[in-house]
């Protein structure tokens, strides 16, 4: 079909979106330009001003508009306490869901050698000279349980364990709801090894 | 969480597309900023201009940058055959799958008299003045298989019949490569009615 250049260059443009391919892309599109122009300008303005305003958090590296996030700004956190995260989004996943009062520092990724990602891209120099500040009593490591995160958590540890500071690491079991008849192996295992008496 | 502001904003901002919710939005948001900024950037861009430089076809009614789609401003288009389609998406679809040379109208809808959308509101005064051209030999009839569209439909043939004007219907079956098991009784009942001799 003959589109309007500019469908065609919108429809391109959607799939920078996670998840939208071509034909979702053309769904978008058409519902925005025949639907709802308002809010496709609007999303326009954030999606500019997001892009240019945010930044990272000098302290902890977490997604942040200002130089120092409200989280390490808040001087109602427990400063002893440091979990160490992936990414933004994993940040935002704990604090939503549970009551931890201590600060976050975020990777923004795991260790991979193969790909040049070593101990100096995910910030690694920074939160070593923080942990030589001497306020950190705790790390608790919740980077993902992938062969990455763990070689990632268990660097830290190391890391850590020079300066004489105690580590833990979020426990691995069979997820809360979940049937054990459809949990995969390598977590029955580590459920069984973390077993506790009740 | 104290997230940025302009985090929740645009997280907010992205649920005006179709099929994204809070919890995809807030994926989509932390994906952009953290991996592909540029891309953001760029569909920021494209995002304003389309909105503001897509348009309606002043003949036809699809969008269009130009007063004129490239549809209807092609001579080579056979100007005798008219097919109606309720949007823009539609007659993309149609022109992809098939080698139809014809020209195009697009509603934008259908006929819907609970939601105040009657005949003008669907464009079919300029259809009637395009009608009594009498360029047009025969309309065909592409409204979604629904009871607006086919309530639509009805209209246009009605219309059409006032002008003595050939109407067509495209057919109503069992879809290519479905099984008979899982069609609806409404399709099978068409498809019976509408069976030809082989």
């Known amino acids: 079909m003959n589109s309007p250049p ?5 429809i391109t443009a959607l799939r920078c979106l996670p998840g ?8 978008m ?10 809010g496709a300008r609007h999303l326009a303005r954030v999606l500019a001003e997001a892009m240019d305003r945010i930044g990272h958090c000098s302290r902890c590296r977490t997604l942040s508009e200002t130089e120092l996030c409200s989280l390490c700004a ?5 400063a002893s306490q440091l979990c160490i995260v992936e990414t933004p989004a994993d940040q935002a996943i704990i604090e939503q869901a549970i009551d931890y009062r201590g ?12 790909d040049g990602i070593g101990p100096k891209e995910i910030g690694l120099e920074q939160l070593d000279q923080r942990l030589a500040e001497g306020e950190v009593k705790e790390i608790i490591l919740a980077t993902n349980p992938t062969v990455e995160g763990e070689a990632t ?8 364990r020079a300066r004489q500071i105690k580590t833990t ?9 979940g049937e054990l008849e459809y949990v995969d192996g390598a977590t ?3 459920a069984f090894r973390g077993r506790s008496e009740i």
């Open 6 to 10: 500019l469908l065609q260059q919108l």
């Open 29 to 38: 599109a058409y519902h925005l330009l025949e639907r709802d122009r308002d």
């Open 153 to 160: 958590a268990q660097y830290i540890h190391d890391m850590a």
């Open 188 to 190: 029955l295992a580590h």
């Open 103 to 114: 600060n976050y520092y975020v990777l923004g990724g795991h260790l991979s050698p193969l």
């Open 169 to 177: 690491r979020i426990a691995q079991g069979v997820p809360m709801g």
């Open 74 to 78: 808040n001087p109602q956190r427990d």
């Open 20 to 27: 939208v391919g071509a034909k979702s892309g053309q769904r």
